[in-house]
């Protein structure tokens, strides 16, 4: 499997960290996929961005993505401080 883009269209989690925006503010995820093959390898990819308490994730199976060849989308949701 290969491993998907970071957050929001490739950006890496870090690059998502400036300002107030940070990967610990997401509270749940929602990864749209297409296939169940290697639908657990995506644990491994979460442990990398996120550390625990782990956020919620919901998985969808669906027909197909928006972009061809794409094998999961992730929605994230987060709550900042303050």
């Known amino acids: 499997m290969r491993r ?30 297409t296939t169940t093959e290697n639908y657990r390898k995506t644990a491994d990819v979460r442990r990398e961005f996120f550390k625990g308490p ?17 094998l999961i989308e992730i929605s994230a949701v987060a709550v900042l401080p303050g």
Do not use: C, D, M, N
Request: charged share 25%.
């Open 4 to 33: 998907p883009a970071g957050p929001s269209g490739g950006r890496t989690a870090s690059r998502r960290s400036s300002g107030r925006r940070r990967v610990e503010h997401v509270v749940q995820t929602t990864e749209y996929i």
């Open 54 to 70: 782990f956020p919620t994730a919901t998985g969808v199976i669906v027909k197909g993505l928006l972009r061809e060849g794409a």
